[in-house]
């Protein structure tokens, strides 16, 4: 890095991009709840709910399947992990030093059957404080449909109070989005600065193959979804999703690139609003196409580096952590970390192997967030066009101006 630069990123580069992702994330909470509140009313009836609420997990379940698997073929046929000597691997594992123990560590709090009841939250606002996300998302759930259920004045007041919430956040998320084409250089020179090259060049075919995969699901993938059933140009849908792929690219958070997600799916791509904001709110935390294939081809990759044989069915086994990882990995930058080291535990692979990729952990999670975003809007879109035949079913007290 040339001598001057750590001033400059320090004090410029570093400050601009966190008060852009601060200001980004000070509107997750009101805004994942007013959205999925409002969501819920908006489809109405219980049996749409269903109907959307199906499809929106069938998505989730086909589409981040073909990812890992893309991740696993592409993984087996390069082997990443056995071009690396084994001292080298150490040297690169020495250098990340506390966090990759830390990581390890951590991963007990995310194992086992307390995944799912966490889900439900003990106390909603300690959950909304924690950022935990998934528990905000089923109190509001639970919140819409019983809104649903009980139409009395009281109720109808409480819907368009909470969709004032979500016009307040949109009209703020819309002043924020203009800071962008600044944050957004500020976040990438600031990225860049610190990228260790070195290790980018020692990883560089583990690296290759985590981006191949993530290009093939990316620009094959969700191309031919959104010919066949979405009935949309694929360029089309990259232009019009842009600003939400490039907020993904620089911030390596889904959850924090939800607002502008949210307005790009309604206003760009033309989804209607009862399913943008209930498959893009659901889909920032549970649909992770890019960080399931991730989490796949790392483990197979720290499997064969540590010279750890996986048979087939243990590779399928792991195909299916994957797909539960994508859903139950945090919508933050190195949210998937966690679950790989669970994962890795669970096959006897050292889950401190993870400190052996987390030089090159940036610019990779900022690739598989643009793919995690990217799904959530094709997922949409697709959803958005099944829907249409079922438009009248949608309650009018919903309608509000955006
Ligand atoms: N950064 C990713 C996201 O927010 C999660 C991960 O793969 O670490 O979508």
New binding site residues.
Partial sequence: MPAGWPPLVRYVADPIGQLFLRLLFMLVIPLVFSALVLGVVEIGDPRSLGRIGAKTLVWILVVTSLAVTIGLVAVNLVKPGQGIAPELGQQIMAQTGERAAQIAAGREAVSGIDILLNIVPRNPVQAAANGDLIAVMFFALMFGVAATVIRSDGTRSFVATIQGVYDICLKLIDWVIRLAPYAVAALLFSITAKLGFDVLVQLARFVATVLAALAIHFFVVFPILLRTFGGMSPLGFFRGAQPALLT?FST????A?LPTTLKVTEEALGVPRRVARFVCTLGATAN?N??AL?EGVTVLFLAQFFGVELSLVQQVMILVLCILGGIG?????????PVIAMILAMFGIPPEGIGLILGVDRLL?MC??VV??GGDMVGSVVIGRSERGHDAEAPATAATPG
């Fill in positions: 993904a390596s958070s889904s959850s690139t992770m890019g960080t991730f990995a945090a919508g933050v930058p190195g949210g998937s970390l999670d598989r967030t995690n975003v």
